[in-house]
């Protein structure tokens, strides 16, 4: 007999920060906060490495990750209190380390010199919930005449987890012009059911907190976080305390 029931646990969206290292930064901003390093799980073999800091909220985490190929990092927050619990948290991170705003992921995509970024971008950023601004972006990669472009389409549909896009990867299964393609595409419509595991944490819808774009404030949060980096009473140490 079971005596105790496991706590619900909530999470908000992926933040992706705007280096693809920002271990400095985190540790930064858990100095100023009063994190605490709890650990972290080794990356390698498709994994992310995560590291995992506890915030002053007990039941509250702030999850770091960083992938390889691409390079991306970002945050996540994680909560055993309640849907609520996870907004304070979370207007702390994007108040002091400035991620992509869902506004800016959406920009990159039409706009960017490196559409292939963006999308890797925007895959691991979007919303929890498919949202049809960014499902527009990606059917429209799916079908741009650069087969890469179209790759990195398929990568970020599977990293959403949306089940809505499984029919635009399965249209390119059947007829996109390179073989290659067509057998990634398929080979992802498998396996997006599973990235949306049964027993995840609950999704939590966190808004912008810079709807309109923060590329100016991201450059004085960073200077600021750099006093704290380099300040007095810095050391290897202080700067790795976010896990390295």
Avoid at 1 to 7: C, D, H
Avoid at 119 to 132: F, S, V, W, Y
Avoid at 192 to 208: C, E, H, I, N
Avoid at 224 to 238: C, F, M, N, Q, T
Wanted: proline fraction near 7%.
């Amino acid at each position: 007999m079971r005596l105790y029931m496991e706590a619900q646990r909530y999470r908000s969206r992926r933040f992706i920060l705007r280096k693809p290292r920002a271990r400095a930064e985190l540790a930064a901003a858990a100095r100023l906060q009063g994190w605490a390093y709890v650990g972290e799980r080794p990356g390698g073999a498709g994994k992310m490495h995560i590291t995992i800091l506890e915030t002053a909220f007990p039941g509250i985490s702030v999850w770091y990750f960083e992938q390889e190929d691409p390079a991306f990092c970002g945050v996540t927050v994680d909560s055993t209190l309640g849907p609520d619990a996870i907004e304070t948290v979370a207007t702390l991170v994007q108040g002091m380390l400035v991620p992509w705003m869902l506004t800016e992921l959406l920009d990159e995509m039409d706009n960017a010199s490196d559409r292939i970024l963006a999308l890797r971008r925007a895959g691991l950023g979007a919303p929890d919930e498919a949202d049809p601004a960014f499902l527009a972006r990606f059917s429209s990669a799916a079908a741009d005449p650069d087969p890469a472009v179209r790759t990195a389409a398929i990568y970020a549909m599977t990293d959403t987890g949306w089940q809505e896009c499984g029919p635009v990867m399965g249209e390119m299964a059947r007829t996109d012009s390179e073989r290659a393609v067509r057998e990634f595409a398929g080979r992802a419509v498998e396996v997006l059911p599973a990235m949306r595991p049964k027993g995840r944490p609950v999704p939590v819808s966190v808004p912008d907190l810079f709807p309109e774009g923060a590329n100016d404030l991201y450059r004085i949060a960073m200077q600021e976080l750099a006093k704290v980096i380099d300040g007095p009473g810095s050391s290897r140490a202080d700067r790795d305390s976010a896990g390295d």
